[in-house]
């Protein structure tokens, strides 16, 4: 048989995604454990600030379109309540699905607020009048606006990998392309903002983390219990 017609048990599946958890959390951690944010931002800025800033494809494409691309995306997923675009996922799967990607976006602008880390560019070292301070080192001012961490602008795709633990129980192929498609869309859309200043790499790196995580620790609020897998694909 196929490994569509004999898919993993609930425990492997759940050791797997606890897996996937934990080496995520690993490899953000040692991203910054090797300070490798300021080398990193030095490839794209000077001290007259970073030339990308403004670039059609960061701005015009990444950072304008993928807030468009988003909004289109929430309005798929409200359709989605109503009127299944995607046979399979339950009602309330479809309503866990919006809800938690919601969640992801409000979730991630609601710890920036709360940041003291400034945007690369507002250093002094890009032409700005901060200087480097580690998100990590909580209360300490860098002499900058603040506000910078995590990347908010990447959860426009981010927030969406929540789609994957909702089709993954339905439709394992399609799943395995929303995962592929969203992740390059929240590369992309970090990779925009690591060239424009806008956000150290490891920011979106903790973005796609904090989102994957909150739909990994919620997805059982779309499985009523008592629910077998076979009630769990029928709509």
């Known amino acids: 048989m196929s490994a569509i017609d004999c898919p993993p048990s609930p425990s492997a599946i759940a050791r ?41 494809l960061t701005r015009g494409v990444a ?21 299944p675009l995607w046979p ?7 309503v866990w699905w919006f809800a938690v990607t919601v969640a992801g976006m409000c979730l991630i602008p609601l710890l920036k607020h709360f940041s003291r880390t400034s945007c690369p560019w507002a250093l002094a070292e890009f032409g ?8 990590w080192h909580w209360g300490v001012s860098d002499g900058g606006g603040g506000g910078c961490f995590p990347a908010g ?20 192929r399609a799943a395995a392309w929303w995962l592929a498609g969203t992740l390059l869309l929240t590369l992309f859309y970090g990779w ?3 060239a424009r200043g806008a956000h150290y790499p490891s920011h979106t790196l903790w973005t796609a983390w904090i989102c994957w995580t909150l739909a990994w620790a919620t997805q059982g609020l779309a499985l009523p219990r008592g629910r077998s897998d076979q009630d769990l694909t029928r709509t």
């Open 153 to 172: 602008h990447p959860t426009s795709a981010a927030a969406f990998l929540s789609g994957w633990f909702v089709l993954r129980r339905h439709r394992p």
């Open 192 to 194: 925009a903002q690591w």
């Open 16 to 56: 797997r995604d606890l897996i996937v958890v934990i080496v995520g959390l690993l490899a953000v951690l040692a991203w910054d454990a090797c300070g490798l944010d300021l080398a990193a931002s030095r490839l794209y800025g000077t001290s007259a600030g970073f030339a990308l800033r403004d670039h059609w």
């Open 88 to 94: 399979g996922p339950t009602r309330r799967e479809r």
């Open 128 to 135: 700005g009048v901060a200087h480097y301070v580690s998100h």
């Open 63 to 83: 950072h304008d379109g993928g807030r468009w691309l988003a909004a289109f995306g929430l309005v798929a997923l409200v359709v989605n309540i109503f009127r």
